[in-house]
């Protein structure tokens, strides 16, 4: 099973939180979410790599936070604060093998929010934020 499989998305009102979950039967260096609304392009929300640094795109910082349970090869997505911005298509995304290679930078990830590190992609779980 190389593709990950998302779970957690559902139906919120403006404010509230959900908890996005991504499994994959293997390890991985880097793993993100991506979301697509409709008649938008996709865009990178969060990074993470094995040892739990992290990389957030702007719109996100300070309300969501990734995290990863290497025993269990899958990682979270805790979103707070949603607003109807947040409503889309949400993505687990797991590294392509030449990003799995790329040297980390002391302190920080080498995981990041472009859509061409990552080689293989779940089916998506949609979010959806009433206001």
């Known amino acids: 099973q190389v593709q990950p499989v998302e779970s957690g998305g559902g139906s919120v009102q403006a404010g509230g939180s959900l908890r996005l979950s991504c499994a994959t039967s293997?390890?991985?260096?880097?793993m993100a979410w991506f979301r697509q609304a409709p008649g938008k392009e996709r865009e990178g929300v969060a990074a993470?790599?094995?040892?739990?640094?992290?990389a957030y795109a702007d719109s996100v910082k300070d309300r969501f936070t990734i995290t990863i349970d290497n025993a269990k090869n899958t990682q979270y997505l805790q979103m707070n604060d949603l607003n109807a911005e947040d409503s889309a298509m949400y993505y687990c995304?797991?590294?392509?093998?030449?990003?799995?290679?790329?040297?980390?930078?002391?302190?920080?990830?080498?995981?990041?929010?472009?859509?061409?590190?990552?080689?293989?992609w779940g089916q998506g779980t949609q979010v959806t934020v009433s206001s």
């Open positions: 995304a797991t590294a392509n093998p030449l990003t799995n290679r790329r040297q980390k930078p002391r302190g920080a990830t080498a995981c990041t929010l472009n859509s061409a590190d990552y080689g293989y």
């Open positions: 293997y390890r991985t260096n880097c």
């Open positions: 993470i790599d094995s040892v739990g640094d992290s």
